[in-house]
Structure formats: C-alpha cells, structure tokens
C-alpha cells in the first residue's frame, strides 16, 4: 500500500472541519486563513519511551492528541489545527484503524482539523505539531478584554498556586503495568486510564483564564514543572505537600514517609498548575465552584527565590529521587 494510499485511507478527513482550512491534507502545505495571534506546539511519542509497546493503538492516538491539546490549555489557547508525522515498520490496518479512531474522537471534541503531515516507514514514532489561537476573554461584565496567552513568567508574588483534578494517578497507572500493586481489576483500569487517556484542560482554561496570572501543564511532575514557572518568573514557592489532591487508590498504594514523591515528579497528569492574584482569587473560585471544576490550593509564591517543600506541620519535605529527563 502507498503512502498516499494510506494518507487517503486513515488520515484524508480526520478531525474538524474549519472554514478557515483553505487547503488541508493533499498538497506540499496546508493553507489556513486567521488574523489572531497563533500559539504552536509539538510533541514525539516514541514507542518504549513514551508508551510501552503493549498500549492500545486507540490510546496512543488519544494521548499522542491530549498531550499537545494540553500544552493549549496551559496558554490559554483555543486549539484548531493540527498537522501529524508517523513512522511505523508496517501498515497494519488494523493498527491505523483503531489508532485514527482514538485521536479522530479527541479532535472533534475540540474541533481540531488535520491538516497535513508526512507518513514514513520505520520505528513507531509519532510527532504531532498544534496551532491555536489565542482569543480574547469574556469578562465578568460581559465586556470582551483584550487576547490573553498565559505565560510562565507571569507570576506575582503572594500569587496563589492551584492545581486541577488530581496528580500521581498517571505515574502509578505506569507502575501498575509490571508491579502488583494493591488495587482491583476495576482500581487499576480506572488509573490505567489516567495514564493512557488524559483529559486536556482546554474547557476549564478558557472560563477561567481571565483570572490566571501564569501557567503551565504538568506534564513531567509537579515539582519539576512548577519549578519552570518560578525560573521564568524569578520567584519562589512553597508547596504543602498534604494539600497535593491524590485519589484514594493513590492514597492506598504510596503509603509512608514518601507519600507524594510520585505525585510530586511521576509525571504523565496532564493537569494544569496555575497562579492566580489575590485579587481574583473570590472570582476564580466563585467561576470554580459555578463549573463544577476540580481545583486545589497547593502553595504560593514566593518574592525570596527559594523553593519549598513542606508539610502540615511545617517541616521540610525532601524528595529522594527526581523527574525523568531525556538526556539526563
């Protein structure tokens, strides 16, 4: 089968349709019309790398989608495009089919539109690269403000520090493939998910955007994410590590003195670590709680450039081991 075969097949049609699409799929480059201020972003998923080769393809497609639509959401951007570029050592119809099935049902939840990419033969690699725009906000009164992209180097000092939904069930659901772990069938489905099936924040930051000050997705752990936040920003931050929202699998399993390291440098939430003034923190919570969205105060930062950890009682938390890097 061609490439060109296979791009017709699976990829020709995937994801929104978007009057602003000129020229999509079938051309040296798609064309798009927009007069806003674009946010780009892209992402390799590598098979044993990021995924273990025993994944779904429906929930490589999901993740190899929600991971950029993540990093959207911590720019506070609205996600319309995407183009794609996948190496696979064969075509497997099967594969691809179930593979276009999990990012085509991610797209068209937030109707983002394929709009090219390049297919190639070799080891499962897959690369997504996402456009969004940056749009303006719908204040309080109704009154449009001006277009807003939340940046790490925004935060304030006395800003409180939030996180969404909860942190550790990714990184435990990755344990849970090769380590018995005390949980039930339903327990570990349930955090496997997590894992493999992220939820991108992108409805939650775009009702509550106007009140952040700065940003990031917690992709690589809490404590190493927030840490980019206080490096671009020139601040500090400490963190209670008994107000970290964990599940009560989570709970179970990490018992004892090092309780929140997953949670803290595990990795694979995709939540959303925020900052938010004094100021607008009754409105943020008010907008909050109207949405039913999950959020928790975790810290505050700091003007003294020093990164804390502490617990309830206040005494200093130290983490025994720390984030995957690549190269490191």
Not at 149 to 154: F, P, S, V
Not at 187 to 194: A, F, H, L, V, Y
Not at 204 to 211: G, N, P, R
Request: proline content about 3%.
């Amino acid at each position: 089968m061609s490439e060109f075969s296979i791009i017709k097949q699976y990829f020709e049609n995937l994801g929104g349709n978007q009057a602003d699409v000129i020229l999509g799929i079938g051309d040296d480059a798609a064309l798009v019309k927009t007069d806003a201020v674009l946010a780009v972003s892209v992402d390799t998923f590598i098979e044993n790398v990021h995924f273990p080769d025993t994944t779904a393809a429906y929930d490589i497609g999901w993740k190899s989608l929600a991971v950029n639509l993540s990093d959207m959401a911590a720019m506070g951007a609205q996600p319309c495009w995407m183009t794609l570029a996948i190496t696979m050592p064969t075509v497997d119809h099967a594969w691809l089919k179930e593979y276009c099935r999990g990012l085509s049902v991610l797209a068209s939840q937030y109707n983002v539109a394929l709009i090219g990419g390049d297919t190639t033969r070799g080891p499962l690699s897959i690369t997504i690269q996402i456009f969004g725009r940056i749009v303006s906000d719908k204040a309080v009164s109704g009154k449009s403000t001006s277009p807003k992209a939340l940046c790490r180097g925004d935060a304030q000092t006395g800003d409180a520090i939030y996180v969404t939904g909860q942190l550790g069930d990714g990184a435990l659901g990755l344990r849970s493939l090769n380590q018995n772990l005390d949980l039930s069938v339903t327990e570990k489905n349930r955090i496997q998910q997590k894992l493999n099936r992220p939820q991108p924040r992108i409805d939650e930051i775009a009702i509550l955007k106007q009140y952040v000050n700065a940003a990031i997705d917690i992709s690589d752990g809490l404590y190493a994410d927030l840490g980019h936040i206080l490096v671009a920003s020139h601040k500090g931050a400490i963190i209670c590590v008994n107000d970290i929202p964990l599940s009560a699998e989570y709970r179970r399993v990490c018992q004892g003195v090092k309780t929140y390291d997953l949670a803290l440098i595990g990795g694979d939430d995709y939540e959303l670590c925020l900052t938010v003034s004094v100021e607008n923190e009754p409105a943020f919570l008010a907008v909050a709680s109207d949405n039913q969205f999950a959020l928790t105060k975790i810290g505050d930062i700091t003007e003294e450039q020093k990164y804390r950890l502490v617990t309830g009682q206040g005494e200093e938390y130290h983490l025994e081991s720390h984030a995957f890097e690549h190269f490191n």
